[in-house]
């Protein structure tokens, strides 16, 4: 079976990691300071600090701005961290619709949604590829918006030539174990403000400004040293595992398209995807099969699918709860048809012909 997500830690790994325990530091110390500085200089941002995951390093960037009661506007597709860490922080997610072509935030459906307790707008790249920056940008300078960049699933990725990690306010970024580098779990957040990651530090540190003096309702999520650790030596594979990554992409692409049935991830021009997800569309009223059989009928030819996500955020139970029932068509025409193929870095080349030939297969057969 080839895995839709695949991560292969190396003797490099497992050497820095058994430095950390003969050294005997386990907690955050001079690894995690380490990985911040390299991973600061591979997005281009001027600060960074390290988290224990990326749902709460989301937490503290939120916490900067958001007080209760207080407005976050949220793409209704999206990983459910982005919009339940706005009510960790004390807020309310406010959803918007997507652009069915780049799996994005819409940015015609964000200024209705605007009232006067909205904060911040979060902008997710999703699948590896950038949202709209200029178009959200431009409402959060007309507006007085902060704006929080979710990078979770974007290492590397490049909007009109610079890293999406050097942009605006603040982003955040997730290492889990199947994130384009990992350090099991892990988090960052990125920043050109020192305040903003100076009360980030306080944020994962107890809210400590002097040792038990608590200035800020903070709780406790660093990173350790061995995480740190790990993370570093997959920084130094990053590029390479990005650039197998989009080759992998280009070559599923070339494969795949023009299919009738099967709609391609579409990419701006001016964007360079990092493919954490190569998500298609299925055209489900030109198939006899529904996605479900469809990810059966790869299965049972040896190739791993994901759908990520089956139920947009609006449609989970726990945000119809607080929010009502809400409609947004593109997020829930999306979440019905979209489905993720292989497209991680190792893959060989007789995997990635397989994916094309038994994808087009059971295309083939059930149009
Ligand atoms: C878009 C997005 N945001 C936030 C997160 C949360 O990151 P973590 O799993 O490290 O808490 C993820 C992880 O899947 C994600 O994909």
Partial sequence: MIPVACARLGEEEIDAVV???????????????????????????KYATTAANGSVSLQAIYANWIGPGDEVIVPAFTFFATAAMVCHAGGKPVF????????TMDVNDIEDRITRRTRAIAGVHLYGNSCDIDGI??????????????????????YRGKDVGSFGDAVSYSFYATKNMTTGEGGMIASDSPQIIENCILMKQQGQSKKYLHTFLGTNFRMTDVEAAIGIVQLGRLAGFTEKRRENAAFLMKGLEGGDGLVMPYTEPFVEHSYHQFTVLLELEKLKITRDEFAAKLGEAGVGTVVAYPMPLHKQPVFEKILGDQHFPNAEWVAKRCISLPVHPYLSQEDLEKITHEVKNVIESCR
């Fill in 137 to 158: 940008l431009e409402i959060a300078v007309k507006h007085g918006l902060k704006v929080v960049w979710d990078a979770a699933q974007a290492h590397l990725t490049k």
């Fill in 96 to 103: 918007c619709d997507i652009d069915p072509r780049t799996f």
């Fill in 19 to 45: 430095e950390v325990l003969r050294s005997g530091n386990l907690r955050q110390g001079m690894k995690c300071s380490e990985f911040e500085e390299k991973f600061k200089g591979a997005v281009g941002a």
